[in-house]
């Protein structure tokens, strides 16, 4: 992931600056496409974020996964209003950060929400995270760390 963000920089929940070369290195990373204005997406926010609590805060060890936010609000006000209102404690790229349209035709993003899984690389472990979340919960996790070929010892799922 750590190539996908080379050179950006990314912003936590208390708007924070934080390097991606840092805090994605040897992860499996949700790229997290989604908006405020969205019903689907509110609806499946909340979903995520006890996903992503069970993983990450409350697994022993703490499951080598983050989730990177990508806004598709209307304002950076809104983005701000809906990450800290809806999200979990995970990253997001900066409202003003054009990137985030070549990230969504890299992935070709033609609707929000939408959850892609990729490899440290930015290469697609799955574009339907959404789904196998909802179907699955914390059981498609190990198969994305072994599509990523990162190795985890862990117990809780």
Same mark, same amino acid.
């Given at each position: 992931? /750590?190539?996908? @963000?080379?050179? $950006? ?18 992860? /499996? /990373?949700? =790229? ?9 997406? $509110? ?11 069970? *993983? ?8 080598? @996964? ?35 349209h070549e *990230?969504?035709? $890299?992935y070709k993003? +033609?609707? /929000? ?5 990729? #490899?440290? &690389? ?5 574009? #339907?995270?959404? #789904?196998? =979340?909802?179907? +699955?919960? *914390?059981?498609?996790? $190990? ?6 070929? =990162?190795?985890? &010892?862990?117990?809780?799922?």
């Amino acid at each position: 992931m /750590v190539e996908v @963000f080379a050179g $950006r920089t990314l912003l936590n929940k208390d708007g924070d600056l934080v390097d991606p070369e840092e805090a994605l290195r040897n992860k /499996v /990373v949700g =790229i997290y496409f989604s908006a405020g204005w969205c019903p689907p997406c $509110r609806d499946f926010t909340p979903i995520l974020c006890d996903f992503y609590t069970e *993983l990450v805060e409350e697994g022993e060890p703490p499951a080598q @996964f983050e989730i990177v936010f990508i806004s598709s609000d209307k304002s950076s006000d809104d983005m701000v209003e809906y990450y800290h209102d809806m999200h979990g404690d995970w990253l997001a790229l900066p409202w003003t950060d054009d990137f985030k349209h070549e *990230l969504k035709q $890299r992935y070709k993003i +033609t609707a /929000v929400p939408k959850l892609v899984i990729v #490899k440290e &690389n930015g290469e697609v472990i799955t574009d #339907k995270g959404r #789904k196998q =979340i909802r179907h +699955t919960g *914390l059981a498609c996790f $190990r198969t994305w760390l072994e599509a990523a070929e =990162i190795f985890q &010892n862990f117990n809780s799922f």
